[in-house]
């Protein structure tokens, strides 16, 4: 092959939830928790790498490298994959991470019947997701719901209904918020200060996590 | 209750050996959204999808490690109400055979909705799966269990502000129809429920991006089920369009 190959990176992240078995975390070994979580890992790594086998669609692509990260809570499990890879990098992240709820789905399915996955989304080429904290909130957070162009200032009295306040601003390089199915673009407003302007007509809860997004295709 | 697939620490398979072969049965719903309201109904993507969705399903135990292998007598997977920001892909898998097919099931219809996404032109950054879930499933020990999804018709409030009100239909999760416009925007909350399914949602239901715990119910004079939330919920300000997931619970 000709000329160089420009590697590009993106990422997916999704949900297992199980809203009907309180302390599932807490009263599960540890042992045990992470040999699921293992098993949830070699088996999205497994699907990486053979890929055109779930997806024979794919274009061909060389992987240059991934990662397969978990963040445990008391009703779910955040499964998150990042692929760099010559082609589809955001698309090859998903299969991924399918995989890997999907086998934290099987591991789990005994304890209650209502598990299931939500949730799962993916950045652009070359762009990624990051989860970020948000201050100190009521404990069932803040809702929020939009119609398109209404717009909310990023970092305010967290005490206004229907404010956005996160722990820090928001870094130069971000340019989506997701909250809930809620999609923010960020802008500067006449002052300059940051606004999330709503993309789409949609409603979330700020609880303690929301998910900045970088270089969404439009 | 703990998972089975973890034996002293490490992962291993469930030895299925004594258990009887019956009649098996899995439905799984799976709802995609599109934040660009830009889905299109391409022929070409919905084929790769179908016949992508089958070949995952066929081999499920070769990526999902401590799965048994089934001869299946049925695979399908559907996408219904394909409109400009979403689709609901339905994968209903049957056998004749010792285990459960739930897993198979998610597999196909997730593999189904990401082929459907990933080949929609360049727009593919702007699907979001937003659940896949088990809505139906029969056969073996667990006998059938169903899960039910709804649509939020009206909010409503009473003029007693500690009880509040969602009235709410149920539908056929197999059918599920466009949603209907936003009705003007509400605080809203409990629940009036014009159908007895979500009766059995003892523990919790799911509205829009909510758990809402169900502490007290009563049936009104109407046969309308009045569903009293638990303080936590007073956040949930709810939408018309909101889905309405109920538990899976026995038949």
């Given at each position: 092959m000709n000329g160089v190959m420009r590697i590009k990176a993106g990422e997916s992240t999704g949900k297992l939830i199980w809203p009907d078995v309180e302390n599932l975390i807490e009263e599960t070994p540890k042992g045990d928790i992470d040999s699921i979580l293992l098993t949830a890992r070699f088996a999205a790594e497994n699907a990486i790498k053979n890929r055109y086998i779930l997806a024979p669609w794919l274009p061909d692509s060389i992987v240059n490298k991934y990662e397969v990260k978990f963040e445990v809570n008391n009703h779910h499990i955040t499964s998150h994959v990042r692929v760099e890879a010559t082609a589809c990098p955001g698309i090859i992240a998903t299969l991924g991470n399918i995989v890997s709820l999907t086998t934290l789905l099987d591991m789990f399915k005994s304890v209650t019947k209502n598990v299931y996955i939500a949730d799962i989304f993916m950045s652009g080429e070359n762009y990624n997701i990051k989860e970020i904290e948000i201050l100190s909130l009521p404990e069932e957070g803040i809702y929020i719901e939009a119609n398109v162009g209404d717009e909310f200032p990023l970092v305010i009295n967290n005490s206004v209904p229907g404010s956005i306040a996160l722990k820090s601003t928001i870094p130069k390089e971000y340019d989506m918020l997701l909250i809930g199915d809620l999609w923010l673009k960020i802008v500067s407003d006449p002052m300059g200060m940051l606004v999330a302007k709503a993309t789409n007509q949609g409603s979330g809860t700020i609880t303690d996590k929301a998910f900045l997004i970088r270089g969404i295709r439009k | 209750m703990k998972p089975t697939h973890i034996k002293n620490g490490l992962p291993h398979m469930v030895d299925v050996t004594d258990k009887n072969v019956t009649s098996r049965k899995a439905i799984v719903l799976t709802e995609v959204i599109h934040t660009g309201n830009a889905i299109k109904h391409v022929k070409e993507s919905l084929v790769k999808a179908s016949l992508s969705s089958t070949i995952a399903t066929k081999l499920l135990p070769q990526f999902i490690p401590m799965t048994h292998p089934i001869p299946f007598t049925y695979i399908g997977s559907d996408s219904t109400d394909i409109s400009q920001d979403r689709c609901f892909v339905t994968t209903q898998v049957r056998a004749n055979w010792y285990t459960g097919m739930e897993v198979e099931g998610y597999l196909g219809s997730l593999i189904y909705a990401l082929t459907f996404a990933a080949n929609q032109?360049?727009?593919?950054?702007?699907?979001?799966?937003?659940r896949s879930m088990l809505v139906h499933k029969s056969g073996g020990k667990s006998g059938t269990l169903s899960r039910h999804l709804g649509k939020i018709l009206s909010i409503k409030t009473s003029v007693n502000t500690d009880q509040k009100y969602i009235k709410i239909k149920k539908l056929d999760p197999l059918f599920i129809s466009n949603y209907p416009p936003l009705a003007e925007k509400d605080n809203s909350y409990p629940l009036l429920v014009t159908d007895a399914d979500l009766y059995y949602a003892k523990g919790y239901i799911e509205v829009g991006p909510h758990f809402m715990t169900i502490t007290y119910r009563e049936i009104d004079e109407s046969g309308h089920f009045l569903l009293m939330l638990t303080p936590r919920c007073d956040m949930a300000v709810v939408r018309v369009n909101h889905t309405v997931v109920s538990l899976l619970t026995e038949e």
């Amino acid at each position: 092959m000709n000329g160089v190959m420009r590697i590009k990176a993106g990422e997916s992240t999704g949900k297992l939830i199980w809203p009907d078995v309180e302390n599932l975390i807490e009263e599960t070994p540890k042992g045990d928790i992470d040999s699921i979580l293992l098993t949830a890992r070699f088996a999205a790594e497994n699907a990486i790498k053979n890929r055109y086998i779930l997806a024979p669609w794919l274009p061909d692509s060389i992987v240059n490298k991934y990662e397969v990260k978990f963040e445990v809570n008391n009703h779910h499990i955040t499964s998150h994959v990042r692929v760099e890879a010559t082609a589809c990098p955001g698309i090859i992240a998903t299969l991924g991470n399918i995989v890997s709820l999907t086998t934290l789905l099987d591991m789990f399915k005994s304890v209650t019947k209502n598990v299931y996955i939500a949730d799962i989304f993916m950045s652009g080429e070359n762009y990624n997701i990051k989860e970020i904290e948000i201050l100190s909130l009521p404990e069932e957070g803040i809702y929020i719901e939009a119609n398109v162009g209404d717009e909310f200032p990023l970092v305010i009295n967290n005490s206004v209904p229907g404010s956005i306040a996160l722990k820090s601003t928001i870094p130069k390089e971000y340019d989506m918020l997701l909250i809930g199915d809620l999609w923010l673009k960020i802008v500067s407003d006449p002052m300059g200060m940051l606004v999330a302007k709503a993309t789409n007509q949609g409603s979330g809860t700020i609880t303690d996590k929301a998910f900045l997004i970088r270089g969404i295709r439009k | 209750m703990k998972p089975t697939h973890i034996k002293n620490g490490l992962p291993h398979m469930v030895d299925v050996t004594d258990k009887n072969v019956t009649s098996r049965k899995a439905i799984v719903l799976t709802e995609v959204i599109h934040t660009g309201n830009a889905i299109k109904h391409v022929k070409e993507s919905l084929v790769k999808a179908s016949l992508s969705s089958t070949i995952a399903t066929k081999l499920l135990p070769q990526f999902i490690p401590m799965t048994h292998p089934i001869p299946f007598t049925y695979i399908g997977s559907d996408s219904t109400d394909i409109s400009q920001d979403r689709c609901f892909v339905t994968t209903q898998v049957r056998a004749n055979w010792y285990t459960g097919m739930e897993v198979e099931g998610y597999l196909g219809s997730l593999i189904y909705a990401l082929t459907f996404a990933a080949n929609q032109d360049k727009s593919f950054y702007h699907f979001i799966i937003k659940r896949s879930m088990l809505v139906h499933k029969s056969g073996g020990k667990s006998g059938t269990l169903s899960r039910h999804l709804g649509k939020i018709l009206s909010i409503k409030t009473s003029v007693n502000t500690d009880q509040k009100y969602i009235k709410i239909k149920k539908l056929d999760p197999l059918f599920i129809s466009n949603y209907p416009p936003l009705a003007e925007k509400d605080n809203s909350y409990p629940l009036l429920v014009t159908d007895a399914d979500l009766y059995y949602a003892k523990g919790y239901i799911e509205v829009g991006p909510h758990f809402m715990t169900i502490t007290y119910r009563e049936i009104d004079e109407s046969g309308h089920f009045l569903l009293m939330l638990t303080p936590r919920c007073d956040m949930a300000v709810v939408r018309v369009n909101h889905t309405v997931v109920s538990l899976l619970t026995e038949e």
